[in-house]
């Protein structure tokens, strides 16, 4: 049985003032789904330190955006894995199509950022997700499996297990237009027969979630399908009400809120 997991990925956004306003009325409201649903925040990295103190013993894991694909040294600008494990990340982005597209990161570097994360002990959360051309020219998943294979040639298959998926098809992150259930569903299908064929068991053990502007408004039918295991947030978590109505939403697909969470703390 796979663990929902909801990520939120604040990207470039945020302040000192505006994460603890954020963060309190969400925890507050997140608390009830803390245990069938594991969560993560990704804040930018100077927020870290203030996020891990405001998430503190609630069970929510602080995240990370991207890791440097190098371990130490000259790399003026890079953020380390092995620093961001020290800071109490436990779940780091890589792969992010922003990244892909706006900083040229290849899916060579993105499988060596995938290691370094692995090495550091974390969990990888990878990005995949074709173009609106790839998806037209019916080339959605040789796309993406060219992603994985990237990963795999750089981890062996071992790399894999335990990390989770996020598929993103590129069109549909911050654009307001989302994937329909099914597009969703086949893709995550189609991922898992991929990881099947490399390994057997990981197509069934891996967490895919689904990202790419997921909102409270269609939450529940994407996350419908047993295909998908949570969701990657990204505009929508940055609002206190709406990120949690996903919580909810995705909550709601394995088990009942536990009520005995609110006191516990
Ligand atoms: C993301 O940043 O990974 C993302 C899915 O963004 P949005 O929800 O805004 O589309």
Redesign the pocket.
């Given at each position: 049985m796979r663990k929902p997991i909801l990520?939120a990925?604040w990207?470039m956004n945020g302040s000192l003032h505006a994460n603890q306003a954020l963060l309190v009325r969400m925890l507050a409201r997140l608390r009830p789904f803390r245990k069938a649903v594991d969560m993560a925040i990704c804040p930018p990295f100077p927020y870290l330190f203030q996020v891990r103190d405001l998430l503190g013993y609630t069970g929510i894991s602080l995240g990370a955006q991207n890791a440097s694909a190098a371990t130490s040294g000259a790399h003026t600008g890079e953020v380390s894995a092995t620093m961001l494990q020290e800071m109490g990340c436990r779940y780091v982005?890589v792969g992010?199509?922003?990244r892909r597209s706006l900083y040229h990161e290849s899916n060579g570097v993105v499988g060596a950022r995938f290691r370094q994360v692995r090495s550091a002990g974390m969990t990888p959360v990878l990005?995949v997700g074709e173009t609106l051309e790839e998806r037209e020219q019916g080339m959605a998943m040789a796309a993406i499996e060219s992603q994985l294979q990237a990963v795999i040639d750089e981890t062996g298959m071992a790399g894999l297990s335990d990390s989770v998926i996020?598929y993103?098809p590129v069109w549909?992150?911050?654009?307001?237009r989302?994937a329909t259930p099914e597009q969703v569903s086949d893709t995550h299908r189609a991922i898992r027969q991929f990881l099947e064929r490399h390994e057997a068991g990981l197509g069934e053990s891996t967490r895919i979630v689904y990202?790419?502007?997921?909102?409270a408004g269609n939450a529940a039918e994407l996350f419908q399908s047993s295909q998908v295991d949570g969701?990657?947030?990204?505009?929508?978590?940055l609002q206190a009400d709406e990120f949690s109505d996903i919580g909810t939403a995705l909550a709601n697909t394995v088990a009942e809120p536990d009520s005995e969470c609110d006191t516990l703390d």
């Amino acid at each position: 049985m796979r663990k929902p997991i909801l990520i939120a990925n604040w990207k470039m956004n945020g302040s000192l003032h505006a994460n603890q306003a954020l963060l309190v009325r969400m925890l507050a409201r997140l608390r009830p789904f803390r245990k069938a649903v594991d969560m993560a925040i990704c804040p930018p990295f100077p927020y870290l330190f203030q996020v891990r103190d405001l998430l503190g013993y609630t069970g929510i894991s602080l995240g990370a955006q991207n890791a440097s694909a190098a371990t130490s040294g000259a790399h003026t600008g890079e953020v380390s894995a092995t620093m961001l494990q020290e800071m109490g990340c436990r779940y780091v982005l890589v792969g992010h199509s922003e990244r892909r597209s706006l900083y040229h990161e290849s899916n060579g570097v993105v499988g060596a950022r995938f290691r370094q994360v692995r090495s550091a002990g974390m969990t990888p959360v990878l990005c995949v997700g074709e173009t609106l051309e790839e998806r037209e020219q019916g080339m959605a998943m040789a796309a993406i499996e060219s992603q994985l294979q990237a990963v795999i040639d750089e981890t062996g298959m071992a790399g894999l297990s335990d990390s989770v998926i996020a598929y993103e098809p590129v069109w549909a992150i911050g654009t307001g237009r989302t994937a329909t259930p099914e597009q969703v569903s086949d893709t995550h299908r189609a991922i898992r027969q991929f990881l099947e064929r490399h390994e057997a068991g990981l197509g069934e053990s891996t967490r895919i979630v689904y990202g790419g502007s997921v909102k409270a408004g269609n939450a529940a039918e994407l996350f419908q399908s047993s295909q998908v295991d949570g969701g990657l947030i990204g505009g929508a978590s940055l609002q206190a009400d709406e990120f949690s109505d996903i919580g909810t939403a995705l909550a709601n697909t394995v088990a009942e809120p536990d009520s005995e969470c609110d006191t516990l703390d």
